[in-house]
């Protein structure tokens, strides 16, 4: 099932290399049987622009998100949306877009919550494309497909809570968290017991990712035997870091706080530290 992974040498050092591609490896498969290329963006004017040749526009919040309350699609709502979209459950997908892939890789993560079985993502996402003046197109994408399977999602794999973070918090419990914020709002308040990083340890400013090497020395503060939380603001950097941790580098416990600090900060009498 799927399409053969990208064998670029670049990409062998991580520890699931076969979650990424490179922009040569991508243009070359563009338009073949099997592969749907997803864009997905913090901005959804700039697939009005010029995106890449056959790729289909899939809006974090309004495409995945849940219509009524915070959260995401249920398995028949996704199956809908994949089946509009024309994605088949037998299809590579590779999702790219904007900010070195914030808002894509969250959408992976979403993906990858229903267990789609061939997920990847386009290393250094929209703007590596762009710099490299590749091909772009304001073409229609591919028609609607039907039979994408109702899966129900497994959020114990991927996502954590707030009240399991906060029985943490109480019971002094080994879990790691890592705030991707600007250190500004991070010193002003953040979840007891959080450590600070900066998002661009992780990306070379093409967007592109940084080298194995370089992102085990970034993260070498965690523990690699504890568990690891991930949140930000509103849950797109914290899935960034996920993609990174799970997939890059092969930490197997690490999942997304999605709810963030735009959950956290904002219910009443929650521990918050300063600095």
Known sequence: MGIESDP????????HPERLVTSSWLGAKLG????????????????????????IRIDLHNDLGAPVCRD???????????????????????????ESNLWAAYAFWV?????????????GGRE?????ERETSYDVPPGPTRGYP????????????????????????????VDLRDPADFAAGHIPGAVNTDPS???????????????????????PDDPVVTYCGTGERAAHLWFVLHHLLGRKDVRCYDGSWAEWGNMVRMPVEAV
């Open 32 to 55: 073949g049987a099997g592969l749907k290329v997803v864009e997905s963006d913090s901005d959804s004017i700039l697939y009005n622009i010029g995106h890449l040749p056959t790729a």
């Open 201 to 223: 340890t992780m990306v070379h400013p093409n967007g592109r990712f940084r080298s194995r090497q370089d992102l085990e020395a970034a993260f070498s503060f965690l523990s």
């Open 8 to 15: 670029s040498p670049a990409l062998q050092q991580y520890a």
């Open 150 to 177: 109702v899966i129900e999602r497994d959020d114990s794999t991927h996502r954590i809570f707030v009240n399991e973070v906060l029985a943490d918090r109480n019971d002094r419990r080994n879990m790691q968290l």
């Open 72 to 98: 995401f699609l249920d398995g028949a709502a996704f199956a809908r949306l994949m089946d509009d979209k024309g994605i088949t459950r037998d299809d590579t997908v590779v999702i790219y877009g904007d």
């Open 128 to 132: 590596a494309w762009m710099q490299e």
């Open 111 to 123: 993906f990858d919550l229903f267990g789609h079985p061939d997920v990847r993502l386009l290393d």
